[in-house]
T-cell receptor, first 113, second 113 residues
Framework: DSGVTQTPKHLITATGQRVTLRCSPRSGDLSVYWYQQSLDQGLQFLIQYYNGEERAKGNILERFSAQQFPDLHSELNLSSLELGDSALYFC????????????FGPGTRLLVL | QKEVEQDPGPLSVPEGAIVSLNCTYSNSAFQYFMWYRQYSRKGPELLMYTYSSGNKEDGRFTAQVDKSSKYISLFIRDSQPSDSATYLCAMSGYVYNTDKLIFGTGTRLQVFP
């Protein structure tokens, strides 16, 4: 158990809908990262937050947004969902702003029908 | 060309075999190299972390980095059925003003009794 928690574990929704994925980092970790894992693309970095502030952006679509709250948990919002958004979404956390050792949560499996 | 290339496998070996997993990369600025293990339907778990070139050993696992060849390896000695998983290499180097990890697509390993 990495200490990173994610909810929900599974999510099934329809195209055009909006969902929110939640992540709680390990105790003491200030950085949260979001990744998308699909069969054809592998693990892709989406966005990083550090202590409530956006730190870096990766291949995140404009339909997606995230935030980190004062208690350091983070939410990833996915809107206007398309079939191609079906994937595993992982959250990872690390202690510092620049920290190579990241610890991953169990993921949320999203299926868009 | 992808920044990180990894043979997807699958790699099937008998119990007790020595396994060699490899990744090549193109960006010479990468400084940190990691191996993650991912069991089916689980989040990636950090196995090995290496800075710059050299070897690192941890139990049955040895990580090697050859920066001159832009090549990293993970060796598993005395492989066990419980080692059956997907192994992801990852690397970073603060090259994009972030410590985001760049992942290989993963090699699926199966160790049969």
């Amino acid at each position: 158990d990495s200490g990173v928690t994610q909810t929900p574990k599974h999510l099934i929704t329809a195209t055009g809908q909006r969902v929110t994925l939640r992540c709680s980092p390990r105790s003491g970790d200030l950085s949260v990262y979001w990744y998308q894992q699909s069969l054809d693309q592998g693990l892709q970095f989406l966005i990083q937050y550090y202590n409530g502030e956006e730190r870096a952006k990766g291949n995140i679509l404009e339909r997606f947004s995230a935030q980190q709250f004062p208690d350091l948990h983070s939410e990833l919002n996915l809107s206007s969902l398309e079939l191609g958004d079906s994937a595993l979404y992982f959250c990872a956390s690390s202690v510092a702003e620049t920290e190579e050792t990241q610890y991953f949560g169990p993921g949320t499996r999203l299926l868009v029908l | 060309q992808k920044e990180v290339e990894q043979d997807p496998g699958p790699l099937s070996v008998p119990e007790g075999a020595i396994v060699s997993l490899n990744c090549t990369y193109s960006n010479s600025a990468f400084q940190y190299f990691m191996w993650y293990r991912q069991y089916s339907r689980k989040g990636p778990e950090l196995l090995m972390y290496t800075y710059s070139s050299g070897n690192k050993e941890d139990g049955r696992f040895t990580a090697q980095v050859d920066k001159s060849s832009k090549y990293i390896s993970l060796f598993i000695r005395d492989s066990q059925p419980s080692d059956s998983a997907t192994y992801l290499c990852a690397m970073s180097g603060y090259v994009y003003n972030t410590d985001k990890l760049i992942f290989g697509t993963g090699t699926r390993l199966q160790v049969f009794p």
